[in-house]
């Protein structure tokens, strides 16, 4: 890896600019999920315990270069101060004279959280003027927002060419956990793709499709894999018009030696709610009248046993319809035996998307995992095999 960490640069009686994610939800003025906040709090705590000064850059919703005052970062103080044990001082504007005053004023041991970057036009626009009115403020740049990577933003991309760069310590373990899943797995690997669409996976699976050594297909894409094959299936869900690309990757999995794993069988419903009444059909017996809304039985059978055999998994997206019972069986099955075979060193997990996690914790494994990533698009573009610009630009550093 040639990016840097903490241990590599020297923090002592430096001002360290350190990007992050703390864009969490919130409710009646107050943070209602502080998972974010909590995750930051070992690269905060490392930079004050070397001697360093933590200035936090982070967004917060969509304000499009506007100041938009409900999406003030001021909203996220007191969960901020309750993950971190500290006071954190707070400056009225990322970058010009507020900031500079901010900066001067912060003693040993605190911490200063910037207003939110995404205030400033410049910020989604990648500037160099804002990039170097942020790099004016500090000493040393850590990036710690793996799921902001995948964004050429000023404060992500653009200020890590300017000042000595690292990745706090959030970003160094979703990075070792990626690399460790897909560009140096132990094999043979697995890729379990869910979710809706193919045509907003396509890129996914023309990637994974040359990487792992099975790629187990689920929800309503799978569908869209049945019907290139010819197989009918009633009134799922699926994309008609895509099984011509279906097949396209069927026909590559061929060349490259990858198996595409389909449903055997499916359980189907005529309606879609919780406690439908449904019934177990092979997967090419779907009644006209009828949704595929998870996999069957024997299908998590196969896909069970293909995670008997593999050394690494990789999860992004559901195999069924996992919100409404009980069309979450054949998730929770699956995903209760990977962390089985996790728990038993038999098996390196990762997972990330927000259905996946979603799916996990319902499951009631999410913790079993070797690694969840929380990051949305910048795990979905990691797996998609494209460069991110927030790790890239860490490996060239000032």
């Not at 990007?19 to 939800?25: A, E, M, Q, S």
């Not at 799921?147 to 000023?154: C, D, E, G, L, N």
């Not at 009248?289 to 998870?294: N, P, S, T, V, Y």
Request: glycine share 10%.
């Amino acid at each position: 890896m040639a990016w840097k960490t903490l241990d590599d640069i020297d923090l002592k009686g430096k001002v360290v600019l350190t990007r992050v994610d703390i864009n969490v939800p919130v409710e009646d003025g107050r943070v209602t999920d502080a998972t974010r906040i909590e995750k930051i709090v070992p690269t905060v705590k490392d930079i004050l315990a070397r001697g360093g000064k933590p200035v936090l850059l982070a967004h917060f919703g969509r304000p499009k270069g506007k100041v938009v005052p409900e999406m003030s970062l001021k909203i996220t103080l007191p969960a901020l101060e309750a993950a971190l044990g500290r006071t954190v001082r707070f400056a009225e504007d990322c970058i010009g004279a507020p900031a500079k005053k901010a900066v001067a004023a912060l003693g040993e041991g605190e911490v200063l959280l910037l207003e939110n970057t995404r205030f400033q036009p410049g910020e989604e626009k990648n500037d160099p003027g804002m990039a170097a009115a942020l790099a004016a403020l500090g000493d040393v740049y850590v990036n710690d927002a793996f799921s902001a990577a995948h964004r050429a933003h000023a404060s992500t991309e653009a200020i890590a060419h300017l000042l000595p760069a690292a990745a706090g310590r959030l970003m160094e373990a979703e990075l070792k956990a990626l690399e460790r899943a897909l560009s140096k797995p132990e094999r043979p690997v697995v890729a379990v793709v869910g979710g809706a669409k193919v045509s907003t996976k396509l890129d996914l699976l023309t990637n994974l499709v040359e990487k792992v050594d099975y790629l187990v297909i689920g929800g309503g894409m799978a569908n869209t894999f049945l019907l290139s094959k010819g197989i009918e299936v009633g009134k799922s869900l699926a994309e008609r018009d895509m099984a011509g690309t279906a097949g396209e990757i069927f026909r590559k999995s061929l060349d490259v030696g990858c198996e595409i794993v389909l449903p055997d069988d499916a359980v189907v419903a005529r309606e879609f709610k919780a406690g439908a009444e449904s019934q177990v059909v092979r997967a090419d017996a779907c009644p006209d009248d009828a949704m595929i809304l998870d996999a069957g039985p024997e299908a998590v059978k196969r896909i069970v046993g293909v995670f008997e055999v593999c050394k690494t998994l990789i999860w992004n997206g559901p195999l069924g319809a996992f919100e409404i019972e009980p069309f979450d069986t054949a998730t929770n099955a699956a995903a209760a035996k990977a962390a089985e075979l996790t728990r038993a060193g038999k098996l390196v997990s990762v997972a990330g998307g927000g259905d996946t996690v979603a799916a996990l914790n319902k499951a009631g494994v999410a913790n079993d995992f070797s690694y969840i990533s929380t990051a949305g698009g910048a795990f979905l573009e990691w797996m998609e095999g494209k460069e991110l610009p927030g790790v890239a630009a860490l490996d060239q550093g000032a």
